[in-house]
């Protein structure tokens, strides 16, 4: 039995990880055939049903940052769950980035705490054969590359962006290299696919709320196409 996740509907080998419960909830609504609420314990929304394949699938928010994150994805582990992609924004680091543009993540840099203490590499990388999926259904508006994973959203350091830039990351979230930390100590495939929130480059910029409806609904169509495309486990 787990601690956090309290199941009232089955689990699916297959998983969308968002952050946010109300982003799980509008892509239960969009990619699923009858959902049934599969946890609602601590506020982390979770759902299952049927995706447009005919196959399950759970959709299950994380929380912010990568302790929540990491809390949610053992458990889910433990109860099942072998495929995971998690569906989150970011903020851009690269100039040439677009509000509302999606990332397919290659690799991640461990720049959290909790990826750091599961044993992450500088960087941590996902499962190919699932990643290389996203990039097929995600075309060629899509981008893809390095991001950083941070415990902060607020009050970065000075210089830390540049930094990070330098090094060559497209983007910063909270969530990533912890995922795929996990997935590899727990025998897991994983990928990350990200949406830009917010950019700094030429001006500073917040994604609007209705652009950031339709930026949520595009991960989720392109995650769960992605998934398809992978044959069962």
Do not use: K
């Not at 397919?104 to 720049?111: G, H, N, S, T």
């Not at 652009?211 to 044959?231: F, K």
């Amino acid at each position: 039995m787990t601690i956090h996740i309290h199941p009232t509907a089955p689990l699916a080998e297959r998983v969308l990880l968002p952050g946010d419960p109300g982003r799980a909830l509008r892509l239960a609504q969009a990619l699923l055939d009858a959902p049934a609420m599969f946890n609602h314990n601590r506020g982390l929304w979770g759902y299952t049903g049927a995706g447009a394949d005919g196959r399950a699938l759970t959709i299950q928010s994380t929380g912010m940052g990568g302790p929540s994150a990491a809390i949610v994805i053992v458990e889910l582990a433990e109860l099942g769950a072998r495929r995971l992609v998690r569906v989150g924004t970011c903020g851009a680091l690269a100039p040439e980035l677009e509000l509302g543009q999606l990332i397919v993540v290659r690799d991640a840099l461990p720049r959290d705490g909790t990826s750091v203490a599961l044993g992450a590499d500088d960087p941590v990388r996902p499962d190919a054969e699932l990643t290389q999926a996203l990039v097929d259904a995600a075309g060629a508006g899509a981008s893809s590359g390095s991001i950083v994973s941070s415990d902060l959203f607020y009050d970065l350091p000075n210089g830390e962006a540049g930094a990070w830039r330098r090094s060559g990351a497209l983007a910063v979230e909270m969530e990533t290299a912890t995922l795929f930390a996990l997935a590899r100590r727990r025998g897991l495939q994983a990928a990350s696919l990200l949406a830009v929130s917010d950019v700094t480059q030429p001006a500073a910029a917040r994604i609007g709320p209705d652009a950031l409806i339709a930026a949520e609904l595009r991960l989720g169509d392109v995650a769960a196409e992605a998934l398809s495309r992978l044959a069962d486990s």
